[in-house]
């Protein structure tokens, strides 16, 4: 079954630390979204990739990084530059062509506590 | 972008019909209506859209105003594994624009 996955699933990172969360997609998808949830909030978006090796900022880039080398992959980096990193992320995928359903296919999340 | 206003949370007796409300006054002819939901610590989960007929599937059914300004997602016999927060999304379908996940409604499905 074609899917999207996180890794890891629970995250603990050193204040101070840069760390990459994860992110694979078989869906054959063209653009890849990171979202970032505190509790009881909805998603915001980090960034996001329309195609491979191009990328845009969302409403709260600041402290993050992104690459889009390959279809499948969208890694996210949380760079000690980000003041509050402790939060739930969610990376997703999507068709973009013409005449496709384009609804969001979420992965499973990726819990990060900075101690 | 039409903007979606829906109450913060609702409860709902286990077995019974769950009816969640979205109000979007200021949507555009040609866009749609989405349904997701979110349970506890995953990601959201499509549940279900539609342009102004009603539409049903295996999860629920979105009932849409004759004006189109609001909608009903209905869960007809609500177990406990409903229990989740509940996005309405608006947004045109053919259009590579991003989805925005507001607070949402978070349901409650009580035994």
């Known amino acids: 079954d074609g899917g999207i996955t996180q890794s890891p699933k629970y995250l603990f990172r050193k204040e101070g630390q840069n760390v990459t969360l994860s992110c694979e997609q078989n869906?054959?998808?063209?653009?890849m979204y990171w979202y970032r949830q505190d509790p009881g909030q909805g998603l915001r978006l980090i960034y996001y990739?329309?195609?491979?090796?191009?990328?845009q900022k969302g409403d709260i880039a600041e402290g993050y990084s992104v690459s889009r080398e390959k279809k499948e992959s969208f890694p996210l980096t949380v760079t000690s530059a980000q003041k509050n990193p402790t939060a739930f992320y969610l990376c997703a995928s999507r068709k973009t062509e013409q005449g496709s359903f384009r609804g969001y296919t979420f992965g499973s999340g990726t819990r990060l506590t900075v101690v | 972008d039409a903007k979606t206003t829906h109450p913060p949370s609702m409860d709902c007796a286990e077995g019974r019909a769950a009816n969640l409300p979205c109000n979007h006054s200021?949507?555009?002819?040609?866009?749609?209506v989405y349904w997701y939901r979110q349970i506890h610590s995953q990601g959201p989960q499509y549940i279900i859209h539609g342009l102004k007929n009603n539409e049903t599937n295996e999860m629920a059914s979105l009932i849409i105003t004759e004006d189109r300004k609001s909608s009903t997602l209905i869960l007809p016999h609500a177990t406990l594994r409903d229990t989740a927060v509940y996005y309405c999304i608006v947004r045109v379908y053919n259009y590579g624009q991003n989805f925005v996940f507001g607070p949402g409604t978070r349901l409650s499905v009580l035994p």
């Open positions: 990739s329309q195609i491979v090796n191009d990328f």
């Open positions: 869906l054959n998808h063209d653009a």
């Open positions: 200021t949507i555009s002819g040609n866009e749609y």
